[in-house]
């Protein structure tokens, strides 16, 4: 399926951003959209590693790049396991790739945190796009997995708690479970 006309990976992450219903639908059975949406993640951890290098250099921009990617397909399909069979809604159906698009959209308001570079106000930044970021996670949960929002934010919590243990397990071999929780 193509993108309807004006349906730019950019358009999609404004109507996110905007918290327009009709584009978190459109991403959701859109599966041309999961190359999009692994753009987004990169583009938002490319932000967020830039505006952190003064403190982290490049081996930080290139470590969050592959880390928010790995963190997104984990964080995704662990939102799906739980969506789909821990607490599902009386009308919830949803695939796998379903939530890796609109996951990947989801992400889209953490391009604020290029910001950091600039004090005081960076930061400040920073913090808004990821509170953003959560609430446009939980309407991507609730429009994916058709539920309430009270569903999408229990999804949303269990699936954090879960997949933050995964990928500490997962990293705990290369002696990085640390580095990933901090």
């Given at each position: 399926?193509?993108p309807a006309?004006?349906s730019?990976i950019v358009?999609?992450?404004?109507?996110?951003?905007?918290?327009?219903?009709?584009?978190?639908?459109e991403?959701?059975?859109d599966?041309?959209a999961?190359?999009q949406?692994?753009i987004?993640?990169?583009?938002?951890a490319a932000?967020g590693?830039?505006g952190?290098i003064?403190?982290?250099?490049?081996?930080g921009?290139?470590?969050?790049i592959v880390?928010?990617?790995?963190?997104?397909?984990?964080?995704?399909?662990?939102?799906y396991?739980?969506?789909?069979?821990?607490?599902?809604?009386?009308?919830?159906?949803?695939?796998?790739?379903?939530?890796?698009?609109?996951?990947?959209?989801?992400?889209?308001?953490g391009?604020?945190s290029?910001?950091?570079l600039?004090?005081?106000i960076?930061p400040l930044?920073a913090?808004?796009g990821?509170?953003?970021?959560?609430?446009t996670?939980?309407?991507?949960?609730?429009?994916a997995l058709e539920?309430?929002t009270?569903r999408?934010?229990a999804?949303?919590?269990i699936?954090?708690?879960?997949?933050?243990?995964?990928?500490?397990?997962i990293?705990?071999p290369?002696?990085?479970?640390?580095?990933?929780?901090?």
């Amino acid at each position: 399926m193509q993108p309807a006309v004006g349906s730019s990976i950019v358009d999609r992450m404004i109507g996110v951003m905007k918290l327009d219903g009709p584009t978190y639908e459109e991403i959701e059975r859109d599966r041309d959209a999961t190359t999009q949406a692994l753009i987004v993640v990169a583009i938002v951890a490319a932000a967020g590693g830039i505006g952190a290098i003064r403190d982290n250099g490049i081996s930080g921009l290139i470590g969050g790049i592959v880390g928010a990617i790995i963190g997104w397909i984990i964080f995704s399909f662990v939102a799906y396991f739980v969506g789909t069979r821990l607490i599902p809604g009386k009308y919830t159906s949803a695939t796998p790739g379903e939530l890796l698009r609109v996951m990947g959209f989801a992400q889209a308001p953490g391009v604020l945190s290029v910001f950091g570079l600039i004090a005081i106000i960076g930061p400040l930044l920073a913090f808004v796009g990821a509170i953003w970021g959560i609430v446009t996670a939980i309407v991507g949960l609730k429009a994916a997995l058709e539920m309430s929002t009270g569903r999408a934010i229990a999804t949303g919590l269990i699936a954090a708690i879960l997949s933050g243990i995964v990928v500490a397990v997962i990293l705990l071999p290369f002696g990085l479970a640390a580095w990933a929780l901090a």
